[in-house]
């Protein structure tokens, strides 16, 4: 059973930085055969689209409202991606979620790990 696990939330000042990662467990496929993405929801919102990286991890793709804040990389080897947040902002304030996805077959989610930004 693919597992996700995110951990590298908490709680940062307005204009600080956080890294979340996510790693993935119990594959039948290599990670590398695994697009990754990085979701975020905030109470009564639907999830968002935050960022996507490709297998090879030379395509990445960020929403607008993260672009140029945010990067997201992986670790094939550690089967891992990531999300380098830098110039939090309050409206960041969200759960975030990573998922996997193995060409068209539907994304496996993590649990989640909460992101808040506040003074």
């Known amino acids: 059973q693919v597992q996700l696990a995110e951990s590298g939330g908490g709680l940062v000042q307005p204009g600080g930085s956080l890294k979340l990662s996510c790693v993935v467990s119990?594959?039948?496929?290599?990670?590398?055969?695994?697009?990754m993405r990085w979701y975020r929801q905030t109470p009564g919102n639907e999830r968002e689209w935050v960022a996507r990286?490709?297998?090879?991890?030379?395509?990445?793709n960020y929403a607008d409202s993260v672009k140029g804040r945010f990067t997201i990389s992986r670790d094939n080897v550690k089967k891992a991606v990531y999300l380098q947040m830098d110039n939090l902002k309050p409206e960041d304030t969200a759960v975030y979620y990573c998922?996997?996805?193995?060409?068209?077959?539907?994304?496996?989610w993590g649990q989640g790990t909460q992101v808040t930004v506040s003074s």
């Open positions: 998922t996997a996805q193995y060409g068209g077959a539907h994304e496996v």
């Open positions: 119990g594959l039948t496929r290599p990670f590398s055969a695994f697009s």
């Open positions: 990286i490709d297998t090879t991890g030379v395509r990445r």
